[in-house]
């Protein structure tokens, strides 16, 4: 007699295992919060958060996963997002006059693109609880009006080297069909002229006192899937 063997959740098209199998679409709700050289720098966590830093959208977003443990995963991520700072109201006391005076820069307006890998790691055995960092590479298309500084407005390209950091925690509903909610950090590793987030420092002599980077918090709708070759073998 020949018996049929029991089908592994695991194999096919689709996944019941944790979202950390397979490869996968993602379109992200979230909420992006810019930081850096053109910031309310005295004031953005201390009065709360700056709403032209702010950025609400979507993106959409591929992961290839390999996993390299029972409990990590090699990820390759590929994604977009749009930043915004202005700290043209930020003003300054002038000890001599005793009036407040305008020091801001200006404001810049950011659409990126970032590819970035690195390890997923799910902790906790029985949770789908997950801890992400890797390394990645920002292009950045950026429009700018620094005009009390002298320079714009105008435009450039710059690319960036990243390191994201993410956590968050996957929803399993059905088949390959997850939710996640999610926070990270994208902070940029450098900061010259040719290698910014905000176009700024717009020349080689120029001071900045904040790297740049970003933060992000969001609901992700999800479908990831597996190579599916062996599963109709597997299946008897």
């Given at each position: 007699m020949v018996r049929r063997k029991s089908i592994n959740p695991a194999n096919g098209l689709y996944t019941r295992k944790r979202a950390s199998v397979g490869h996968g679409v993602q379109l992200s709700i979230n909420a992006i919060y810019y930081y850096g050289d053109v910031d309310m720098l005295d004031q953005a966590f201390v009065h709360g958060w700056q709403q032209a830093n702010l950025?609400?959208?979507?993106?959409?977003?591929?992961?290839?996963?390999?996993?390299?443990?029972?409990?990590?995963?090699?990820?390759?991520?590929?994604?977009?997002?749009?930043?915004?700072?202005n700290d043209s109201a930020r003003t300054k006391l002038n000890p001599e006059t005793g009036l407040q005076e305008h020091i801001g820069k200006g404001f810049f307006k950011n659409g990126f693109g970032e590819a970035s890998v690195g390890v997923e790691w799910y902790p906790f055995p029985k949770a789908d609880f997950y801890i992400y960092a890797g390394l990645g590479f920002s292009v950045n298309f950026i429009d700018y009006d620094f005009s009390r500084l002298g320079y714009g407005p105008d435009s450039k390209v710059t690319v960036v080297p990243v390191l994201p950091i993410e956590i968050g925690y996957n929803f399993d509903l059905t088949r390959g069909w997850f939710i996640s909610i999610y926070a990270s950090v994208h902070q940029a590793l450098m900061d010259t002229p040719n290698a910014n987030l905000d176009a700024y420092p717009i020349k080689k002599t120029s001071r900045f006192q904040w790297g740049d980077g970003y933060f992000t918090l969001g609901l992700s709708f999800s479908y990831r899937w597996q190579y599916c070759a062996p599963c109709r073998l597997a299946a008897w």
């Amino acid at each position: 007699m020949v018996r049929r063997k029991s089908i592994n959740p695991a194999n096919g098209l689709y996944t019941r295992k944790r979202a950390s199998v397979g490869h996968g679409v993602q379109l992200s709700i979230n909420a992006i919060y810019y930081y850096g050289d053109v910031d309310m720098l005295d004031q953005a966590f201390v009065h709360g958060w700056q709403q032209a830093n702010l950025s609400l959208g979507g993106s959409l977003k591929f992961d290839y996963l390999h996993q390299i443990a029972n409990t990590c995963n090699l990820r390759l991520s590929l994604s977009g997002g749009y930043l915004h700072g202005n700290d043209s109201a930020r003003t300054k006391l002038n000890p001599e006059t005793g009036l407040q005076e305008h020091i801001g820069k200006g404001f810049f307006k950011n659409g990126f693109g970032e590819a970035s890998v690195g390890v997923e790691w799910y902790p906790f055995p029985k949770a789908d609880f997950y801890i992400y960092a890797g390394l990645g590479f920002s292009v950045n298309f950026i429009d700018y009006d620094f005009s009390r500084l002298g320079y714009g407005p105008d435009s450039k390209v710059t690319v960036v080297p990243v390191l994201p950091i993410e956590i968050g925690y996957n929803f399993d509903l059905t088949r390959g069909w997850f939710i996640s909610i999610y926070a990270s950090v994208h902070q940029a590793l450098m900061d010259t002229p040719n290698a910014n987030l905000d176009a700024y420092p717009i020349k080689k002599t120029s001071r900045f006192q904040w790297g740049d980077g970003y933060f992000t918090l969001g609901l992700s709708f999800s479908y990831r899937w597996q190579y599916c070759a062996p599963c109709r073998l597997a299946a008897w």
